[in-house]
């Protein structure tokens, strides 16, 4: 399981967008996203630099959660 904290994410359009995003690199991944607190947690093949890629080609800053 991977977390990240993602900024400028303020509905559920937003998340729809990443998840799709990442659903389309990896179909069988997992994403969750809670919206308030900006943190993203994914459960997927893909390593973290790919995910921040493919998190930020959505339009959507990524670092990993600490």
Do not use: N, W
Not at 25 to 51: F, H, N, Q, Y
């Amino acid at each position: 399981m991977q977390v990240f904290q993602v900024r400028g994410v303020r509905c559920g359009g937003c998340a729809s967008k990443i998840v799709d995003r990442i659903k389309a690199a990896d179909p069988s991944a997992m994403v969750e996203i809670d919206i308030s607190a900006g943190k993203l947690t994914v459960e997927s093949g893909l390593v973290a630099d790919a995910l921040i890629h493919i998190i930020g080609e959505a339009g959507y800053p990524a670092t990993p959660h600490a």
